[in-house]
């Protein structure tokens, strides 16, 4: 994976991190910040459609973060690394809210 696409990949995710944080947002309310203990259905839809991919991306982004790659590479394989995980925690409380719920 290029420097370009590891790049493009960070972006992607800064995006859907965004995207999470305003549903859950929207699902709490303009004075509530936190994260909900009661999601929408589509809010649980979204968090088991985006586990798959993001366990697959966090696995490749781990082992290319292993790798011996040039300076500028591995900063931002690390950068890729601590974003993919931040998602994978947020999908994770999204569904564990929801599982204590129900």
Known sequence: ?????IN???????????????SID????????EVSDV???QDLQVAHELR???TALKSAIDLLCQSDLPTD????ARIAQRNVDRMAEIV??????RSSKS
């Open 1 to 5: 994976m290029s420097a370009s696409e």
């Open 26 to 33: 929207a699902s709490t309310g303009p004075s509530d910040r």
């Open 73 to 76: 590479s591995a900063h931002i």
């Open 8 to 22: 493009k990949t960070t972006n992607a995710l800064d995006v859907l991190e965004g995207s999470i944080a305003d």
């Open 92 to 97: 994770e409380d999204m569904l564990t809210k």
């Open 39 to 41: 999601l929408r259905p």
């Open 52 to 54: 798959t991919p993001l």
